[in-house]
């Protein structure tokens, strides 16, 4: 851990439920999560398929409405906004790296990184040419103008981390980002993901199923049938 880092809740989440449809057929997605998730950490969020940990990264970056409870992100109740100001919340706050990557095909590599930026209103040029040294941090330097159908199922998804982490968002939200790469890529990956996070602005949530990058959280919060069972320091210090 960054032991120099100032720790604030980047994210609070207090008795927060979802559920999916009504009567004989809801589904009670979360039911009564408590999560704090700390600035100038990486937080794990690990446990069997269908606890619920997707449906929570949904609720705290603002693409999914709660049942009830609370959930504020650096203070804000995010929920409690129109979609409009709620998207242009997220637009500029926000990283995600996304399990299905949701890459534009007919986009090259770098403008599907420079997409945030100009959706924040950047200019071309200047958002391609951000896009462009981020792709170098990811190692894809060279495949700044290759289509998505031209990369890799692994080269896909760090231009996903990419396109994540270009606007400099507060909290980045992964899901399942090391699921294409091999170990060492991975490793890298995650490298730098840690490296993002390290610092006392911003906040990294990470929902995982890979034991092997274990030891580069600060904190691992498991997670089963909607609830967070118990929040435990990551295996080894950093």
């Not at 069997?48 to 693409?63: F, M």
């Not at 990283?95 to 200019?123: K, R």
């Not at 609830?227 to 950093?238: F, K, T």
Request: glycine share 8%.
């Amino acid at each position: 851990m960054n032991t120099t880092t100032r720790h604030t809740l980047a994210v609070d989440c207090r008795a927060l439920t979802k559920q999916y449809g009504q009567g004989e057929n809801a589904v009670q997605a979360l039911r009564g999560v408590d999560l704090d998730v700390r600035t100038g950490e990486m937080t794990y969020l690990v446990g069997p398929s269908g606890c619920g940990k997707t449906t929570l990264i949904s609720v705290i970056a603002g693409t999914l409405d709660r049942t009830s409870g609370s959930c504020h992100v650096f203070g804000d109740d995010v929920a409690s906004w129109g979609e409009r100001k709620r998207a242009a919340w997220r637009g500029r706050n926000v990283g995600f790296v996304f399990q299905a990557l949701n890459l534009v095909p007919t986009l090259t590599a770098a403008e599907n990184v420079a997409v945030p930026l100009m959706i924040l209103g950047e200019g071309h040029d200047a958002a391609l040419k951000r896009a462009a040294t981020m792709l170098e941090r990811v190692d894809l330097g060279a495949r700044t103008r290759s289509l998505p159908a031209q990369l890799s199922g692994g080269q896909q998804q760090r231009v996903a981390i990419a396109r994540a982490l270009v606007h400099e968002p507060r909290l980045v939200v992964c899901d399942e980002p090391t699921s294409a790469l091999d170990h060492e890529t991975g490793q890298r990956v995650m490298e730098l993901l840690r490296s993002v996070a390290s610092r006392d602005d911003r906040a990294l949530l990470v929902v995982t199923h890979d034991s092997r990058i274990f030891a580069l959280a600060d904190r691992i919060a498991h997670m089963d049938d909607g609830r967070v069972e118990r929040v435990e320091s990551a295996p080894s210090s950093h």
